[in-house]
Nanobody
Framework: QVQLVESGGGLVQAGGSLRLSCAAS????????MGWFRQAPGKEREFVAA????????SYADSVKGRFTVSRDNAESTAYLQMYTLKPEDTAAYYC????????????????WGKGALVTVSS
């Protein structure tokens, strides 16, 4: 099992930047594909980004591609989501997730989730 704790959320002005962290506790962080999801008020949860076990491969939703960067530090058992040029429509609760493979992570059918970090982008 793995426990995930997000941090770094908060209020930021449109055009600003924010970095979310996801600290993992448990066995073998490097064995998990890591993903980020978000859920805005009144909307369904959506995929944001994912990163492979080694960090060599990343995937992004079209809505954030070019603005967000996902990374990981396996030595510190932490994943990151660096968000640039934030827009009001990025306002959401952001969730970190860990899964065994790409398909399950991107689909959101994942066993391990953080409790979420709120990101509010003001205009």
């Amino acid at each position: 099992q793995v426990q995930l704790v997000e941090s770094g959320g908060g209020l930021v002005q449109a055009g600003g930047s924010l970095r979310l962290s996801c600290a993992a506790s448990g066995r073998t962080f490097s064995s998990y594909v890591m993903g980020w999801f978000r859920q805005a008020p009144g909307k369904e949860r959506e995929f944001v980004a994912a990163i492979s076990r080694s960090g060599a491969i990343t995937s992004y939703a079209d809505s954030v591609k070019g603005r967000f960067t996902v990374s990981r530090d396996n030595a510190e058992s932490t994943a990151y989501l660096q968000m640039y040029t934030l827009k009001p429509e990025d306002t959401a609760a952001y969730y970190c997730a860990a899964g065994r493979g790409w398909t399950t992570v991107v689909a959101g059918t994942i066993d391990y989730w953080g409790k979420g970090a709120l990101v509010t982008v003001s205009s």
